[in-house]
């Protein structure tokens, strides 16, 4: 009943997605001028797209290759296995290559409807706001749909193949056989998010670089060889990166909350039975919840119509608050059906608590990074002494931007876990702060929606600008992509904000399982231990390798494109006075070797150090007789998981925020303030944007995907560290 | 015996400090001119700290006081106490007085001959390079035995009344009474580090902005307002500050290492007494070590002569490995004294790898920060496509810089540990880590003089310049000045070491007296437990909000400064021109003013934030009813300060090293690469150089003293979470 009820919604949104696809491209598509500037996006970002997913799933049948060969050969059989060793092994690399090619074709369609919207977008601003809004709406909720739907598909499905297969006897364990689902998926994603970031902050800070600074043409001109290059990076970057992002995060909360719920249930079983509650429920539960919350997002996207006299701001606030009220209630009746009506209700106000976060989270990303307030203002003003002090107060405003979100979650963990402590189940604590993480990820369909809103109006902004249309259109697609960057920053502060609180759901889980497989482990990570000690700086110090790393690949790529740009120009007078054509193609190129060159090295890194450091630290336990006061490989690798979650939650932080606060900054500038555009103050503030490009928009989100993956490769791996 | 011995050869290093300062008071003080540049500096100076250490004085009394009450009425008495709670109050007071008021003399001290050593060192020069490189190391050397032997004395001292008054019947628990030592030194480095390093770079800051690059006039130029201030701070910033953190990190170390002794004691007491060791014996032998090391040091120093010809940084490191042997051997006695025949070797084992981890981490430093290297050169490279590439460089490159220091530390705990494990002696793994460290702060009398020798070289420099001395003599500072620079980079890498390795030494000290305060309390810090995870999380976000401060700090006083100074140029032409003389007192008392006020917030939020995560938690606890599986406060505390260090050793190095490299980015390019001095290559280094200052100078050094700050905080206030 419950499976498929899941099935069944997942399908729906599915089929809810295949319609808005209909419903955009039955749209107008403007002038034979701007069908050639979108062609152009269009097949720039269908190679970069082609040529990534060909290196990832190279990569990606390599790893799965190697787990099973881990789980099927090295690995000895534990008699609290869930399954047979022939089985365990099946399963776990069949749900890693599932979850991966769900997160890759969930990444492409998002991506393949964004590259199709913004022409429609821009079309439709020739007649009026709506039928620019709408099309950039519904675009970027194909991605939405695609991917929540699809995630909770691919779980609730294998949890069904799995389960009708009968290779687990014990229904608690399924679980354990899919986890490979969720690291397939952040897998993925990882390389997704830094390919498509390094792609397109390699090409933005190349064409500003030479084309604003240098050339002193204006952004977007047509002039300049990279701009092609700068659009499509919005695509690949932001529609198919976070895309494949939050497939991830979804894919993971989902597998992470049944192995809370199966603890639940295990630690409550005469409870639950004497309530008549099925373990099917309760294992299920995240997942209807989930379910729900599409249907929730469905409505609101439907509900969102505006003027053109009214923000655009506001109907897309319109439709988030719908969504949320409806997922509310969606809540509501998850909680009641499943977890019995006597237990259900801390429950509910955990969920809550998932909700008020995030709304707390978009409430602090927009005071840190919204030129209204003293944070963006301090570092305006400080441009005026030049770009070193627009760069220190930069730096200072990302640092204190951490504080305010921290004690959030904190007291959103807390608060969540005493829930759940007192809500009259045994153990319940943990699953009390999973119920907030799905409270929070419930309205993920309406949030991806927004986002990738971000670069279908941004792009429809560039053809409009490239293809010369008059002024009054130019404003609708300049209004549109001032609310499109607004949606891109808040919706970016809600993915750290779940990531941070899906984190603590999925060590928790990894714990669980760790105890399944060896249930005379305690539990504890042990931060006294030296060895725990070792771990949690291993996992710390790999948050600012990686970064390192991902800023550097982002200014190598933008130097190359930085040399043919300048070639051009100079080979080719004709293109500066507007007489030649650029070869856009030559960049789109340079970007593409570029992006894919370089997102290996940081994405194989978070991969093989919580491998490596769990085989060590197995083999020097076991070397050393295995003391009482030592620490297991799994212990190890938890402290290593969880100071690295925390010290990645709050480098996020400081990047994304810094970065937006730096971009905000120059826009409150050209605004007319200290002196307006192409002052001094103005110069300097582009020094600090364009520093802060490769963080906001490729470290700062290659590194939510980290966290999780550091999580879901732990869930994967742990059985081999005992 | 062992007592006498060291109270001896500490008197024996303040003697030879004061032998040292007739040695330097009595040179040459040069020409008139010098003279006059040197009482300016002279003047400021003194001014600074005597309101400086009047601010800290008002803030130590008032801490004072609120440490007796807490003692002496809040806490409820244990029985497991050291002593009756009137005798634990007064003693942990006087403590933390006598350790805040010996921190303040010794920083004075040092700074008292630094800022006459520097005209010595300057009028030296113009005879020959050996009398310019001796008073420069020797007025150094006060700094460092002043440092070194008066944390020594005070730590044996207290010892030795406390013992003699006999309040502690339990001798092991005698290290209990004084932790307030190690707190009160710890809480004025901070405010010294602090107040000084935004004095020193606002100072700096604001002179190079308006002088060098509105200005166009050269660095130490007498025209500039803020010369003075800028040579004031060399001396406020590096002498006092850094001589203020060293002497709280060897008073820190000396009890923590006496604590883990204790309870080596405490584990083996029938194998001790079988072999004839006394308790006082094990107890002392940390300070022992020290003593020993002192004398080291000493004939290090006296061994230091150069000639015309020679390197002078040959002539240190002769030093340095005169004194490093000596250690060594020192280090050898004393274990193989103490430690019982049986047992001694793998303890001084441990000692060398401390002595080797020292020598990794300068090795380390070097290659992150000095020209001959891939990553400074990376950084000038980025330099010629503008300020913002270099400014993504040389944060990629402070980044990477934490990866090889921190798995250094890793290997020398996790050996440490392990030697200490199979000495034979029960519980001994974590003694194993405190021997690590001692043998790495072994030489930090020397360490200390080679690290106050590059502000007395810097100031030389400066005086020779305003003075317009020859070229001749000029080559001379400059050089000396170039080995100031590189020894103080080089001591900066040492000190985070060592804050590492004594990190961890001071919380396993914090947990041994938790459970001599509790002997219920398991040694387990949970990071499994949402408040522990809570609490580590809250640990980070300090360090990341207190660097935020810090670096706005100098922000702000800068901009002060910067006003300031280009009110002078406007108001009065002549400056420019060399015909008036511009008010240096005016910057000099802006700086002061500032750094006083920027100081104080930054300053108490360390204090603040475990105290109160303390008392929450531990209400928290007793709130719920204690449960089994919830964190008591003194848990949740001892994850945030684990965690706290951790991510505050990777912001100390990515602070330092990355402000080290923009520093030589730009030293290389004036070398003539990439275009040279004047060049757009240059002027975006310079951007980057001035970006690093606040990195380097401020925040940098103050999280080491923060590190330790947070060890000695909870090793005083921990009876109060119990």
């Known amino acids: 009943m419950e499976l498929s009820l899941i099935l069944g919604i997942s399908i729906l949104g599915l089929l809810f997605a295949v319609y808005l696809i209909r419903d955009v491209l039955r749209r107008d598509t403007g002038t034979p001028k701007m069908r050639e500037i979108s062609d152009a996006i269009k097949s720039g970002a269908e190679a970069f797209l082609r040529r990534q997913n060909r290196t990832i799933l190279y990569l990606a049948v390599a790893l799965a290759a190697i787990i099973y060969i881990l789980y099927a050969f090295v690995r000895a059989a534990n008699e609290h296995d869930p399954a047979s060793p022939a089985q365990l092994a099946l399963w776990t690399t069949l749900s890693f290559v599932l979850g991966a090619l769900c997160s890759v074709a969930a990444g492409y369609m998002g991506m393949w409807v964004a590259i199709r919207s913004n022409i429609r977008t821009a079309a439709g601003a020739t007649r009026d706001m709506n039928s620019a809004l709408q099309p950039a709406l519904r675009g970027?909720?194909?991605?939405?749909?695609?991917?929540?739907?699809?995630?909770?598909l691919g779980v609730a499905g294998l949890?069904?193949?799995?389960?009708?297969?009968?290779?687990?006897?014990?229904?608690?364990?399924?679980?354990?056989?899919i986890v490979g689902y969720g690291f397939g998926a952040s897998f993925v994603a990882l390389f997704a998010q830094l390919g498509g970031g390094i792609y397109t902050k390699a090409a933005d800070v190349g064409a500003d670089l030479v084309g604003k600074v240098e050339a002193g043409i204006p952004e977007d001109d047509p002039r300049n060889p990279a701009v092609i290059a700068d659009l499509v990076g919005d695509n690949v970057g932001d529609c198919a990166g976070r895309g494949a992002d939050l497939f991830e995060s979804t894919a993971a909360e989902n597998i992470g909350a049944m192995i809370l719920a199966a603890g639940l249930y295990r630690a409550n079983t005469a409870v639950f039975e004497a309530q008549g509650l099925t373990i099917l429920g309760v294992?299920?539960?995240?997942?209807?919840?989930?379910?729900?919350?599409?249907?929730?997002?469905?409505?609101?996207i439907l509900a969102v119509k505006t003027t053109d006299q009214e923000d655009p701001m506001k109907a897309l606030n319109r439709g988030y608050a719908i969504t949320s009220v409806l997922a509310i209630i969606g809540f509501f009746v998850a909680s009641r059906w499943l977890l019995g009506s006597e237990y259900y209700l801390n429950f509910f106000f955990c969920g809550m608590i998932g909700v008020l976060t995030a709304f707390a989270f978009v409430l602090i990303t927009q005071y840190y990074t919204e030129y209204r307030y003293r944070p963006v203002k301090s570092i305006a003003e400080a441009s005026q002494t030049g770009p070193a002090t627009n760069?220190?107060?930069?730096?200072?405003?990302?640092?204190?931007?951490?504080?305010?979100?921290?004690?959030?979650?904190?007291?959103?963990?807390?608060?969540?876990?005493?829930?759940?402590?007192?809500?009259?189940?045994?153990?319940a604590g943990l699953f009390g702060t999973a119920v907030a993480t799905m409270g929070m990820l419930g309205t993920a369909a309406y949030i991806l929606a927004m986002d990738t809103f971000g670069p279908i109006t941004d792009n429809a902004g560039g053809i409009v600008e490239m293809s010369q249309?008059?002024?009054?259109?130019?404003?609708?697609?300049?209004?549109?992509?001032?609310?499109?960057?607004?949606?891109k920053a808040l919706t970016k502060g809600y993915a750290v904000g779940s990531a941070?609180?899906?984190a603590f759901l999925l060590f928790s889980a990894y714990i669980d399982e760790v105890k399944v497989y060896m249930p005379s482990f305690s539990g504890v990570i042990n931060l006294n231990k030296p060895e725990v000690f070792v771990g949690s700086m291993l996992g710390a110090v790999l948050v600012f390798i990686f970064s390192s790393l991902a800023i550097k690949a982002v200014g190598r790529a933008a130097y190359s494109i930085i040399n043919n740009v300048r070639e051009q120009f100079k080979n080719n007078p004709g293109i500066m006075l507007g007489t030649a054509k650029p070869d856009y193609g030559q960049c789109v190129d340079i970007a593409t070797k570029s992006a894919l060159r370089e997102m290996v090295i940081p994405g194989l890194l978070p991969v093989v150090v919580p491998v490596a450091v769990g085989v060590l630290f197995k083999w020097l336990y076991n070397?050393?007789?295995?003391?009482?006061?030592?620490?297991?490989?799994?212990?190890?690798?938890?402290?290593?998981?969880?100071?690295?979650?925390?010290?990645?939650?709050?480098?996020?932080?400081?990047?994304?925020?810094g970065g937006g606060a730096w971009d905000n900054a120059k826009k409150f500038i050209e605004t007319g303030a200290y002196g307006g555009k192409r002052?001094?103050?103005?110069?300097?503030?582009?020094?600090?944007?364009?520093?802060?490009?490769?963080?906001?928009?490729?470290?700062?989100p290659s590194l939510h995907v980290l966290i999780k993956l550091l999580s879901t490769i732990t869930l994967v791996l742990a059985p081999l560290f005992i």
Do not use: W
């Not at 004690?407 to 189940?425: M, Q």
């Not at 110069?683 to 700062?700: H, I, Q, R």
């Open 679 to 700: 002052s001094d103050p103005h110069k300097a503030s582009v020094v600090g944007d364009t520093v802060g490009d490769p963080f906001k928009d490729t470290a700062g």
């Open 469 to 487: 249309q008059p002024k009054e259109i130019r404003d609708r697609t300049d209004r549109l992509d001032s609310v499109g960057n607004t949606t």
């Open 159 to 177: 949890f069904g193949v799995v389960h009708a297969t009968g290779v687990s006897p014990d229904v608690t364990k399924i679980p354990l056989l």
């Open 140 to 152: 970027g909720a194909v991605s939405g749909f695609f991917v929540v739907a699809m995630s909770l």
């Open 283 to 300: 294992l299920l539960f995240p997942l209807v919840a989930r379910a729900f919350g599409i249907i929730a997002s469905m409505i609101g």
């Open 500 to 502: 941070a609180l899906a």
């Open 391 to 427: 760069i220190i107060a930069g730096i200072a405003v990302g640092m204190e931007s951490t504080g305010y979100p921290i004690l959030v979650i904190a007291a959103a963990i807390i608060s969540a876990y005493f829930l759940g402590e007192h809500s009259g189940l045994q153990h």
């Open 623 to 657: 070397a050393s007789g295995q003391p009482v006061n030592g620490a297991s490989g799994a212990e190890v690798v938890g402290g290593l998981l969880m100071v690295g979650t925390i010290v990645g939650i709050l480098m996020a932080l400081f990047l994304n925020n």
